[in-house]
T-cell receptor, first 111, second 112 residues
Framework: GENVEQHPSTLSVQEGDSAVIKCTYS??????FPWYKQELGKRPQLIID?????GEKKDQRIAVTLNKTAKHFSLHITETQPEDSAVYFC??????????FGAGTTVTVRA | NAGVTQTPKFQVLKTGQSMTLQCAQD?????MSWYRQDPGMGLRLIHY???????DQGEVPNGYNVSRSTTEDFPLRLLSAAPSQTSVYFCASSYGESYEQYFGPGTRLTVT
């Protein structure tokens, strides 16, 4: 099955700086790559996703890049704010819907 | 719309007991899934369903059963609870493959 590795496991940034989280996947058949944000005690919520026919996607301060050849994708958060503090999960999905998640990155934005 | 609902929110079981975690969605989604979340391990897929009457195993199916008799409901049954099943369980639904998954609020299960 698909194996998704996520780095780093924790990330502390100064408010206003950028944060970058990187994920790699193993199965070249994966074609859908979502990112979820989970605040403490809450459910995961989708923040951005990208499909394999696209190399980059942006939504305000959040962007995701995909390198199919290298089988890795990254989440970029610019101008970080305290409300960006949360656990972020990357995931990869093959057409069978079997969504495989990374282990998560705990992001702390320091004021 | 209520979205995805789960009951109960919290549950304590003794080893060997059985129980059913309930999940329902009112968005007419065909795809539904169950995940467990353990510290440092992300979300792991237990079972999923692509429509009423159709289910399949995920990454960690042992010790769990599912059925899907209606589009709305997707219950997860623990056959004989073990301490290793202590976890937070999330149900999710989506419009289809490669679409956003909507998660329920979760059930925190402790097995003693």
């Amino acid at each position: 099955g698909e194996n998704v590795e996520q780095h780093p496991s924790t990330l502390s940034v100064q408010e206003g700086d950028s944060a970058v989280i990187k994920c790699t996947y193993s199965d070249s058949a994966s074609n859908y790559f979502p990112w979820y944000k989970q605040e403490l005690g809450k459910r995961p919520q989708l923040i951005i996703d990208i499909r394999s026919n696209v190399g980059e996607k942006k939504d305000q301060r959040i962007a995701v890049t995909l390198n199919k050849t290298a089988k890795h994708f990254s989440l970029h958060i610019t101008e970080t704010q305290p409300e960006d503090s949360a656990v972020y999960f990357c995931a990869a999905s093959m057409p069978t819907l079997k969504l495989s998640f990374g282990a998560g990155t705990t992001v702390t934005v320091r004021a | 719309n209520a979205g995805v609902t789960q009951t109960p929110k919290f549950q304590v079981l003794k080893t060997g007991q059985s129980m059913t975690l309930q999940c329902a969605q009112d968005m007419n989604h065909e795809y539904m899934s169950w995940y467990r979340q353990d510290p440092g391990m992300g979300l792991r897929l237990i079972h999923y369903s692509v429509g009423a009457g159709i289910t399949d195993q995920g990454e960690v199916p042992n010790g769990y059963n599912v059925s899907r008799s209606t589009t709305e409901d997707f219950p997860l049954r623990l056959l004989s609870a073990a301490p290793s099943q202590t976890s937070v369980y999330f149900c999710a639904s989506s419009y289809g493959e490669s679409y956003e998954q909507y998660f329920g609020p979760g059930t925190r299960l402790t097995v003693t």
